[in-house]
């Protein structure tokens, strides 16, 4: 998932495990340069080659903000409700 607060954004990618054939309980995340709503629109395969740096792990339940949908990228706006 793609999330932006305070001018930045953030890419929360929930991987699947093979070996223990779910998704992992965390949440690894990313810092991204701003990026066009076309790059976003798209595949988010890869896009953490594209981080500016690698962050702390979140648990599935610890996410700071509600996850509405892909298409709100706000986290802001998505807390304020």
């Known amino acids: 998932m793609i ?7 953030y890419f929360f990618d929930s991987r699947f495990d093979d070996d223990l054939d779910c998704y992992l309980e965390y949440y690894e995340v990313w810092r991204l340069p701003l990026l066009p ?4 629109a798209g595949s ?5 080659k594209l981080a500016l740096e690698r962050l ?3 648990g599935l339940r610890d996410l700071p903000f509600e ?9 802001d706006a998505a807390r304020s409700k």
């Open 37 to 40: 709503d076309e790059r976003l």
């Open 3 to 9: 999330a932006q607060r305070d001018g930045n954004l």
């Open 44 to 48: 988010w395969v890869g896009l953490e």
């Open 67 to 75: 996850v509405s949908s892909r298409n709100t990228p706000d986290a």
């Open 56 to 58: 702390p792990n979140v």
